[in-house]
């Protein structure tokens, strides 16, 4: 069974800091992952795709991911309180993409 | 863009009534499209996979004759939360994939409240 692992946090970090949020996942062959932002009763939003080995920018976010470890990261820089939020990661599985349980991250101002 | 909208986005009703979600692809067509159930502070839970002209697929322990799928057009599918109870108040969330690719586009969600 295809799954994703992820701390459900919550994890803490103070306004400007870098938040860093990490995700293994169990299929060896996935070739692109996502992450979602969720905010408190709202659906979640995709924010960022990567497809390939190694960083992918955006803004303040940064995708990681290591294939051979099957492993994939988010960084935000220059945190906000305005990113807190529960942070999902997903790949797709044989029809629906199989999603992480999410890190719900606190950014303390 | 890649807009999914869902309709209504809060509804009240009263336990032993039925209430149809919309969920909408709007500047895509959507040939398959899935809904999930989020409980407060709980995980996305996917219900069904609705395929433009076929029966919906559910997952195990969703019952198929309680939540009616219905996917009618390639931009429109329906869920039917039928006789709703309390139990069945909870957050119902759609998405939709492009063709040809595997990110998941969110409607905004619907909060049903059984009363």
């Known amino acids: 069974q295809k799954e994703v692992e992820q701390n459900s946090g919550p994890l803490s970090v103070p306004e400007g800091a870098i938040a860093s949020l990490n995700c293994t996942y169990s299929?060896?062959?996935?070739?692109?992952f996502f992450w979602y932002r969720q905010y408190s009763g709202k659906s979640p939003e995709l924010i960022m795709s990567i497809y390939s080995n190694g960083d992918k920018e955006d803004g303040r976010f940064t995708a990681q991911l290591n294939k051979a470890s099957q492993y994939v990261s988010l960084l935000i820089r220059d945190s906000q309180p305005s990113d807190s939020a529960t942070y999902l990661c997903a790949f797709p599985g044989n029809t629906p993409l199989v999603f992480g349980k999410g890190t719900r991250l606190s950014v303390i101002a | 863009g890649a807009v999914v909208s869902q309709h209504p986005s809060r509804v009240i009703c009263k336990s032993g009534t039925s209430v149809k979600i919309e969920c909408r692809s709007l500047d895509f067509q959507a040939t398959t499209m899935f809904w999930y159930r989020q409980f407060p502070k709980q995980s996305l839970m996917l219900m069904a996979t609705?395929?433009?002209?076929?029966?919906?697929?559910?997952e195990q322990g969703v019952e198929k004759d309680k939540f009616l799928i219905n996917h009618a057009s390639l931009t429109l599918s329906t869920l039917t939360v039928t006789s709703a109870h309390p139990e069945d108040s909870s957050f119902y969330i759609c998405?939709?994939?492009?063709?040809?690719?595997?990110?998941?586009?969110f409607g905004q969600g619907t909060r049903l409240t059984v009363v």
């Open positions: 299929d060896r062959g996935s070739q692109s």
């Open positions: 609705s395929n433009e002209g076929s029966k919906a697929t559910y």
């Open positions: 998405s939709a994939t492009k063709t040809g690719g595997p990110e998941a586009f």
